[in-house]
């Protein structure tokens, strides 16, 4: 069983920044690839970026590409997201998960993994005001 409990998450002008971890109970931290999703209110969950177990592999959303960066420290059990340049449509609640195994590929996290990944963890609020 794998416990992930996220933090980080805010109120943030528009143009802020915040950075977001997950940190991860268990033992197959270092063994998972792990992602972020996010869920709007009244809209479904979508995936936002993700990383493989040794960081060799990335994939970001292109809705924030190139100013959300996610990154890992398999030594302290941690996932991070730091989002720059935030906007009123990043407001959501983030998720972070993790996936046993390899690298799936961005296209199966932006996909089907949405909703097959392993563990979840419950989320927090992102709120980005205009």
């Known amino acids: 069983q794998v416990q992930l409990v996220e933090s980080g998450g805010g109120l943030v002008q528009a143009g802020g920044s915040l950075r977001l971890s997950c940190a991860a109970s268990?033992?197959?931290?270092?063994?998972?690839?792990m992602g972020w999703f996010r869920q709007a209110p009244g809209k479904e969950r979508e995936f936002v970026a993700a990383?493989?177990?040794?960081?060799?592999?990335?994939a970001v959303a292109d809705s924030v590409k190139g100013r959300f960066t996610i990154s890992r420290d398999n030594a302290k059990n941690t996932l991070y997201l730091q989002m720059n340049s935030l906007k009123p449509e990043d407001t959501a609640v983030y998720y972070c998960?993790?996936?046993?195994?390899?690298?799936?590929?961005?296209?199966?996290?932006?996909?089907?993994?949405?909703?097959?990944?392993?563990?979840w963890g419950k989320g927090t609020l992102v709120t980005v005001s205009s």
């Open positions: 998960a993790c996936k046993n195994g390899g690298w799936y590929g961005s296209s199966w996290f932006q996909g089907q993994g949405l909703y097959a990944m392993d563990y």
């Open positions: 268990g033992r197959t931290f270092s063994s998972s690839a």
């Open positions: 990383v493989s177990r040794s960081s060799v592999n990335t």
